[in-house]
């Protein structure tokens, strides 16, 4: 029974320590650090992440991938999440806007890697295509993986010349070494 109780207060403490507890609320505003497609020309890209959404931003973050051709308007964005697979879609999505660097559900995003000018412009279809044959696309574990962090990592590894280096805490990145 102490056992149990030292359990529950423990779950307790670290629910109580989120300040992200309501998904819906939470912020997903921009967080002002992706160059401005406006005013940057030139191709760019970019790798962020941020704490995972609740209780979980302790342990892990969340990342994801955008890219944005010379002259383009918008940015591509490409990313994991779980609650897609769950309603019956794939678990890799893309879309395309001005602010790929909007908070995680209340976590404010950090670069993992950034890439503008002439070497972003070689490397945008290299990761176009890595993103294409992303083994795990219609899929989604916590744990082991692949998850969300799975993915960059896998296009890390497809795209050597980045030289991306993944954060301690994305858990899932050794996932991607399992294709």
């Keep these: 029974m102490v056992k149990y109780l030292g359990v529950l ?6 629910s ?25 020309k030139s191709a760019v890209i970019e790798f962020y992440a941020a704490d995972a959404f609740s209780w979980r931003g302790w342990f892990a973050v969340h990342t994801w991938v955008a890219v944005k051709e ?41 670069k993992v890697l950034s890439v503008i000018g002439p070497r972003a412009e070689t490397l945008i279809p290299q990761i176009r295509d890595a993103v294409k044959r992303y083994p795990w696309a219609n899929e989604y574990t916590v744990f082991p993986g692949p998850n969300s962090n799975t993915f960059p990592t896998w296009i890390g590894l ?22």
Excluded: H
């Design 16 to 40: 109580a320590c989120s300040s992200n507890n309501d998904w819906r609320t939470a912020s997903r505003e921009p967080a002002g650090i992706a160059p401005s497609p406006d005013e940057e």
């Design 70 to 110: 010379a002259n383009a308007t918008k940015y591509t964005v490409y990313e994991v999440t779980g609650w897609r697979v769950k309603r019956g879609l794939p678990a890799l999505s893309e879309y395309t806007t001005t602010t790929p660097d909007r908070y995680w559900f209340g976590a404010k995003p950090e």
């Design 158 to 179: 497809q795209v050597p010349e980045l030289n991306l280096d993944m954060p301690f805490s994305a858990i899932g990145s050794g996932y991607a070494d399992n294709d």
């Design 9 to 14: 207060l423990i779950a307790l403490s670290l």
